[in-house]
Structures are given as structure tokens and as C-alpha cells.
């Protein structure tokens, strides 16, 4: 059974700051997804990470895939207050062909 | 690109009564489609896998005489909460497996329903 581990699950940032959320996976999987939830909202795609080593930024976020590690990390750089937001890792299980999702991060930006 | 239509955002009903759910692609033809439940404050928990044209695979502790689920075209499935009860009251979000470009596949997310037993 694929397990999803996130952490942490609560992060207080001051703006301007950097910071890192991990997400660990118990099974072989290449395909590992990043999504943003807003209160009362539904999931927004951020990344998609296909292959080991791969990297995708998109403004002040960056996402990368270790599968040898079973491991991605998000990393929030110079943090804004538009950030805030709850943020989920999901792996897509080799043979299931289905999402597994972690247990999610809320971020909060302080001024 | 993709796009996924669920409808209705918010319902509330009252207990016993039953609620549908609809979820719709709208630009692709979707022949697995996901339903997800989720409560404050937690992750989403998969509910059942919707196949077109086939019975639903549902997650071990789902019951599927309570959570009826009709895939019957290719853009769309539905979710049915019969007798529900306060403990049913959450939000339900529908995925739909997609293909992507270079080959690949992806899952776009509906807008999630609220739902609330009275």
C-alpha cells in the first residue's frame, strides 16, 4: 500500500523567508504532483514532476523528484502573504494509476 | 485545457434524503473519473474509482449502497449520497483522469461540492 508522508503540517513563515515542505513516499513511483488548496476551494495544479532529478519552478515556488530517495521537497523562496494556502503533494501509484495524497501543509505568511 | 464541471458547489438537505452529485468533463472524454471526500482540516480521502460503462471500484470502508456511483458516458459521473446523515456532511471534490501532452496522462480537479445534512 503506497503511503504519502508530508511535512510539516503547519508552517508559520514570515515574509521574506525561506522554507521547505517534504514529501516522502513508501513505493516506486515516477510521476509525483503538487497541488495548492485555498479555504472552502478546490485543488490547483502547481507541478507535475515525471522523472528523477526533475524540477519545476513557477515564481517563488520550486518543486523537485528524487525517486531514488522517494522523496520531493517544495521550496517557498522570499515568501509573500499571497502564498498562504494549504499544499498537497500526490503520488500516482506505478500500478494503480491513481492519486495518493498526502496529508497536506498549511502555510501561513506572516507579515 | 482540461476542464472538470461539478455541480452543485453547495447543497444542503435534510437527513434521510438523498443528493446527487454531477461531475462533467467538458473538453475530453474522461473514462476514469475519481471521487474524493474531504473533511476540515484533512487531506482528500479517494472515495471510489468511476470506470465508464462499468461498475465503480470503491475504497475499503466506503459503502456503496450509500455512495452510488453512475458513469455512464464518457463526460460524466455521478455521485448519489442516499439516506444521508450529518456524519455524511463534507466536501466532496471529483477528479478525471486526462491525457496530457508528450503522451503522458493527468488529473484535473472539479470545484468540489459542499455538502451539509440538516
Known amino acids: 500500500e503506497l503511503k504519502v508522508e508530508q511535512n510539516p503540517l503547519f508552517l508559520s513563515m514570515q515574509e521574506g523567508k525561506n522554507y521547505t515542505i517534504y514529501c516522502n513516499y513508501s513505493t516506486t513511483s515516477d510521476r509525483l504532483y503538487w497541488y495548492r488548496q485555498d479555504p472552502g476551494k478546490s485543488l490547483e495544479s502547481l507541478f507535475v514532476?515525471?522523472?528523477?532529478?526533475a524540477v519545476k519552478q513557477e515564481g517563488r515556488l520550486m518543486a523537485s523528484l528524487d525517486t531514488k530517495a522517494r522523496l520531493s521537497t517544495l521550496h517557498i523562496t522570499a515568501a509573500v502573504h499571497d502564498l498562504s494556502a494549504t499544499y498537497f503533494c500526490a503520488v500516482d501509484g506505478s500500478s494503480a494509476r491513481q492519486l495518493t495524497f498526502g496529508s497536506g501543509t498549511q502555510l501561513t505568511v506572516l507579515p | 485545457g482540461a476542464v472538470v464541471s461539478q455541480h452543485p458547489s453547495r447543497v444542503i438537505c435534510k437527513s434521510g434524503t438523498s443528493v446527487k452529485i454531477e461531475c462533467r468533463s467538458l473538453d475530453f472524454q474522461a473514462t476514469t473519473m475519481f471521487w474524493y471526500r474531504q473533511f476540515p482540516k484533512q487531506s482528500l480521502m479517494l472515495m471510489a474509482t468511476?470506470?465508464?460503462?462499468?461498475?465503480?471500484?470503491?475504497e475499503q470502508g466506503v459503502e456503496k449502497d450509500k455512495f452510488l456511483i453512475n458513469h455512464a458516458s464518457l463526460t460524466l459521473s455521478t455521485l448519489t449520497v442516499t439516506s444521508a446523515h450529518p456524519e455524511d456532511s463534507s466536501f466532496y471534490i471529483c477528479?478525471?483522469?486526462?491525457?496530457?501532452?508528450?503522451?503522458?496522462?493527468?488529473?484535473?480537479f472539479g470545484s468540489g461540492t459542499r455538502l451539509t445534512v440538516v
Open positions: 468511476s470506470n465508464e460503462g462499468s461498475k465503480a471500484t470503491y
Open positions: 477528479s478525471a483522469r486526462n491525457q496530457g501532452g508528450g503522451g503522458g496522462y493527468g488529473y484535473t
Open positions: 514532476l515525471l522523472s528523477n532529478g
